[in-house]
């Protein structure tokens, strides 16, 4: 099973079971794939927040049910050939509704109704609420109608513990001083940090050195 063709590479690494935080939403998607029963949900946060990740993650665990699914990027062109498969899709998601283009629009909102039809569960996602979104009327009161969940931003511990894991399917081990460091004089953001701690494993492995709080200040220039 797979993405029916879509040139967009999921990242193996966005699992639901690695996702820290909104329990009741992963609940709920989880529930998705136990019950068989389709379903509508809209996920609302700021970038870093983990958008990209759920609805990654869900389509991963709808493959893993040997399942076809799709994630879209609303970001990108959506082919309108989409609508010809939606019979053989049991999940789509949407990701990053609120950079839709205006010529986007009606093929988001007709793959949307196709999907409602052939009971094929659906994940939107958007900077904030439906009602506030800069689309067209008729797509904002179909997402109202979903169940919505916000994402909040995760505190220092809860962003501690994702880059931790990060790290440690790398078999690698970094100081949590090194962590409280970067929250301090560098960002919070969690999608910038794991970022930066990819460039530091890089950075690391190329020197023969361990990520240190020196090592950190020389190469982020801190």
Do not use: W
């Amino acid at each position: 099973m797979n993405q029916l063709g879509l040139p967009i590479s999921l990242n193996s690494s966005m699992l639901l079971e690695n996702f820290v935080a909104n329990e009741e939403l992963i609940g709920s998607i989880n529930q998705l794939f136990e019950s068989q029963l389709s379903s509508e949900l809209y996920i609302y946060g700021l970038s870093g927040h983990g958008k990209t990740h759920i609805l990654q993650g869900a389509v991963l665990k709808s493959l893993e049910y040997d399942n076809n699914a799709l994630f879209i990027d609303c970001l990108d062109s959506i082919p309108d050939h989409l609508a010809d498969f939606m019979d053989q899709i049991r999940l789509i998601s949407f990701d990053n509704v609120h950079l839709i283009s205006k010529k986007n629009e009606e093929i988001f909102f007709d793959l949307f109704n196709r999907a409602r039809q052939s009971e094929v569960s659906i994940l939107v996602s958007g900077d904030c609420l439906p009602v506030n979104l800069e689309l067209m009327k008729d797509i904002k009161t179909r997402l109202s109608l979903a169940a919505v969940f916000k994402l909040h931003e995760l505190n220092d511990k809860q962003t501690m513990s994702v880059l931790d894991k990060q790290m440690s399917e790398r078999n690698m081990s970094v100081d949590s001083k090194v962590y409280e460091y970067l929250f301090k004089n560098y960002s919070r953001d969690l999608k910038s940090l794991l970022s930066t701690m990819d460039d530091l494993d890089k950075a690391s492995l190329r020197a023969k050195k361990p990520i240190s709080i020196p090592f950190l200040k020389s190469y982020l220039g801190l």
